[in-house]
């Protein structure tokens, strides 16, 4: 046995919950579990709101197609303002710059709650804070996610991932569920409180981090450092197929937006809390299970083949008439989504700290923008058709040209643990 592959054994955790359950390391990062602790807390938060608006978007138009719409209005404020976001996240202080979009994002919210005890029930108003919410949002992200290598080890970044992963699905699977019994008891008021109330934490973990400033030469935030940021991924094949095979699985297979419609139609209401809460419990099971995740050498199969898994198991969800069955598949769903997600993301995060701002930005208004185009077309097509055409052709789909994207770029398969 050689030197190294004694050291490889030596460092291989022992025992099979070793060896597969979640990395916790990167919280011993004192600023990193401060602020781990509160995504978590207002993540739980922002889930009621993000049951509440689709269901009230709903229950004021009784339309899919306006459920897809309002998710998609958020879509050019989202882009424009991540990519924006994300070289502001590499021209200033980045604790600075998270504290002011998170307050934003606190100031809409409190904008939502007014409209619910007001009772106006306007859904052009509702599309407006929606904008707004998503405007604050693509600037907080890209921020959120560039500062964690700052925050641990380079070696716990991937590890870092899945925790943020695992813990926003945790609170997907909670939050939806939550709202789904504060909604028809006190109202999308209670809802939208909820969330006003819970994201405070957030603000107390960002003014506890330290500072963090810009490393790298002086940028402005303008349009030629943006453009510096596109031109660096225009030169990296792998991020924007990771980028392109992510866009393909939400536009395509995404049904959230079906899911007001199906619960009206054929589940009832008190299905919405457990169709809004199944990706995320099949995330938070594949993220207390991933201790396997880091240890994968082919990643790039690893990727495609959760993509395609995360396609058939969408159609198989839409395809059954059971409830249980389709929480069961929309779960297996989120696994596989989970998966991908954490090998996209320590892709990106591999990249120059300088450039982590810009990347990030654009990763955020991919991986944001496209449920919301999957919403509109998931929206579109069942008012065109009908709700279980629209959710099972969506995820065949996702499968067919994930599959196709691995056969046309063999640099996607080649991704491995060793790649730059």
Known sequence: ????????????????LRRHA????????????RI????????????????AVPVQVYAITKSALWVGVASFVGLVPLIVFSIWGGAIADAFDRRKVLLVSSTMMWLTTLGLLAQAVLHLDNAWLMLGLIAAQSAAFGINSPVRQAIIPSLVGPEEVASANTLGFTISNAAAIGGPVGAGLVIPAFGFSAAY?????????VLWATLRLPALPPTGDKHSAGLRDIG???????GHRLILLTFAIDIAAMVLAMPKALFPVVADQRFGESSLGWLYSSIAIGAVLAGLTSGWINRVRRRGIALVGAVVGWGLAVAAAGAVPWLWACVAFMALAGAADM????????????????????????????VAGGPRLGDLRAGSVADWTDATFSWVAGGIAAAVVAVLLGAAFPVLLRYTDKTP
């Open 36 to 51: 781990f602790i509160g995504n978590a807390v207002s993540f739980f938060g922002v889930q009621f709101t993000a049951v």
């Open 193 to 201: 409180l909820v969330d006003a109330i819970m994201f405070t934490v």
């Open 339 to 366: 998966i991908s997600g954490v090998y996209r993301q320590t892709v990106l995060l591999g990249a120059p700290d300088e450039m982590r701002g810009r990347l990030q930005g654009v990763f955020f208004a991919v």
């Open 1 to 16: 046995m050689t030197a190294v592959e004694d050291a490889a054994q030596r460092e291989e955790p022992k025992g099979w």
């Open 228 to 234: 510096i940021g596109l031109r660096f991924l225009a």
């Open 22 to 33: 979640i990395d916790v390391r990167p919280l011993r990062h004192s600023a990193y579990r």
